[in-house]
Nanobody, 121 residues
Framework: QVQLVESGGGLVQPGGSLRLSCAAS????????MGWYRRAPGRQRDLVAA???????NYADSVKGRFTISRDNAKNTVYLQMNSLKPEDTAVYYC???????????????WGQGTQVTVSS
C-alpha cells in the first residue's frame, strides 16, 4: 500500500503565502505524475497543479503566476508554494500521485487525506 501525507495548511491573511508538502511512502517503485487538487465548499474537486517525474508542470488558470509546484523525486515528495493568496483559494487541498509499486506493475492512483487552507482577514 501507499500513503500520502500532506502538511502545511492553515489560516493566512489575503496576500500571504503558504507552502504545502506531500510525502509518499509505502510500496513504491516509481511515481509518474504528482499533483494538488482542491475542493472549496459546495464545489467539486478541481486540479490546482500537477508535475511529471521529469518536471513538466500544468496549472489551473486561476493560480498561474501565484502558485508553484515542485517535487523531490529522491524523497517522493511534492510541494506547492502558494503566494498572493486570495479568499477564493480557501479549500481543502488534496495531494494525488500515480504510483507503480513494483516493476512492470500497473500504475495506481492515490490520494492524501487533505489539508485545510483558509485565506481570511
Amino acid at each position: 500500500q501507499v500513503q500520502l501525507v500532506e502538511s502545511g495548511g492553515g489560516l493566512v491573511q489575503p496576500g500571504g503565502s503558504l507552502r504545502l508538502s506531500c510525502a509518499a511512502s509505502g510500496s513504491i517503485f516509481s511515481i509518474t505524475a504528482m499533483g494538488w487538487y482542491r475542493r472549496a465548499p459546495g464545489r467539486q474537486r478541481d486540479l490546482v497543479a500537477a508535475i511529471t517525474s521529469g518536471g513538466l508542470t500544468n496549472y489551473a488558470d486561476s493560480v498561474k503566476g501565484r502558485f508553484t509546484i515542485s517535487r523531490d523525486n529522491a524523497k517522493n515528495t511534492v510541494y506547492l508554494q502558494m503566494n498572493s493568496l486570495k479568499p477564493e483559494d480557501t479549500a481543502v487541498y488534496y495531494c494525488n500521485a500515480e504510483v507503480q509499486s513494483k516493476p512492470f506493475a500497473v500504475f495506481s492512483n492515490y490520494w492524501g487525506q487533505g489539508t485545510q487552507v483558509t485565506v481570511s482577514s
